[in-house]
C-alpha cells in the first residue's frame, strides 16, 4: 500500500505540534501590504499581520498560491510513491482549491483535492482527524469519510467589532457599511455549508456578549470533543471568553491563535471566532 501524506494551504488552523507529528506539509498563501508581497509562515506571521494592517495606507490583498507551488509540493511528496491529500479552505473565499485541482492535473503524483468548506482551526480539526486514520493504516476514501463526519459536527462563530475591511473589501457596501458604523453595529457570523452566513446583527458589544450567551448554552448539552479561539488583537474578548468555556468543558484544552493574515485582512481589527466540533 502506498504511503498517504497530507498537504494543506496555510488558512489551516494547525498548531505547530500537529504539523510536526502527523508530517503535514503546508503551502502558503500571500498578502500584499502597499506593493509588498509576504508570504505566510515564510517571511510574516500571524502576529505580526495585524499591526502592519493597522499601519497599512490601504486594504492588504491577499493571493491563492500560484499552481506552480502546489505542483512542486506534489512532486516532492510523491517522489517515493506516495499518493497525497491535499485539503484547502472553502471555495466561497478562495481560489485555493481551484488551484490545487489544476495542480493535480500536471503532477505524476496520484493527488486528491478535498474542500473542506470551512477554514483556520476549523479545517485543522478535519485534517487532523484525517491524519489519525493514515497513522491507523486508513485509505485516503476512509480519511475523506472521517473528515466529511467532522465537517458536519463542527460550529464555526465570527464576531466582527469593526465592519472597515468588510466594506473597503467590497463585502458590505460603503452606504450600508457606513450606516453600521454610526449605529455601532456588530455581526456575528456563521461558517456552515461552505458559505459564511449571518447569523445575527446587533448594536454593541452587548449583542455580541448576548450571541455568545446562547452560543455556550447550545454547547452544554453536547459532547465537545475539540475547542479552538481565533482572533485578531482581540484579546479581551478571548479571554472573557476563554474563561467561560474553561469553566464549562475544564478537560479540553482550548487552543488560541491569532489567525493567519488571510482571513485578518476580511475579518478586520478586533475579530473573534470560536470553533468547536462534537460527537453528535
Known amino acids: 500500500m502506498a504511503k498517504i501524506k497530507i498537504a494543506c494551504d496555510s488558512s489551516a488552523g494547525l498548531t505547530e505540534e500537529e504539523i510536526q507529528q502527523y508530517g503535514i506539509t503546508i503551502i502558503p498563501l500571500s498578502v500584499m501590504i502597499d506593493d509588498t508581497v509576504y508570504v505566510e509562515r515564510e517571511t510574516i506571521t500571524n502576529d ?12 492588504p490583498k491577499t493571493s491563492q498560491p500560484p499552481i506552480g507551488k ?11 510513491g506516495s499518493e497525497v491529500l ?15 485541482e489544476q495542480a493535480a492535473q500536471m503532477t505524476k503524483t496520484k493527488v486528491t483535492v478535498v474542500d473542506c468548506q470551512t477554514t483556520d482551526r476549523a479545517m485543522a480539526f478535519q485534517i487532523v482527524e484525517a491524519a489519525k486514520v493514515i497513522e491507523a493504516g486508513g485509505t485516503v476514501e476512509e480519511s475523506v469519510a472521517k473528515m466529511a463526519q467532522v465537517r458536519d459536527h463542527t460550529k464555526l462563530y465570527l464576531a466582527i467589532d469593526n465592519l472597515d475591511n468588510l466594506v473597503a473589501g467590497g463585502r458590505i457596501n460603503k452606504f450600508a457599511g457606513t450606516l453600521s458604523s454610526l449605529l455601532n453595529i456588530k455581526l456575528m457570523l ?19 456578549h448576548k450571541e455568545w450567551g446562547k452560543i455556550l448554552d447550545q454547547m452544554k448539552g453536547t459532547k465537545v470533543k475539540a475547542i479552538g479561539i481565533s482572533h485578531v488583537q482581540a484579546d479581551k474578548e478571548v479571554a472573557r471568553l476563554k474563561e467561560q468555556l474553561t469553566s464549562l468543558f475544564p478537560n479540553i484544552q482550548i487552543v488560541v491563535r491569532e489567525t493567519v493574515p488571510i482571513i485578518a485582512t476580511h475579518t478586520g481589527l478586533g475579530a473573534c471566532c470560536l470553533l468547536y466540533y462534537t460527537e453528535d
Do not use: N, W
Open 48 to 59: 505580526q499581520f495585524p499591526e502592519m494592517m493597522r499601519q497599512a495606507k490601504s486594504l
Open 70 to 80: 502546489f505542483v512542486d509540493a506534489f512532486d516532492e511528496l510523491g517522489a517515493d
Open 86 to 100: 491535499c485539503v484547502t479552505m472553502m471555495a466561497s473565499i478562495s481560489g485555493t482549491v481551484h488551484a490545487a
Open 190 to 208: 456563521q461558517v456552515y455549508g461552505g458559505q459564511i452566513h449571518v447569523a445575527m446583527k446587533g448594536r454593541g458589544i452587548k449583542a455580541i
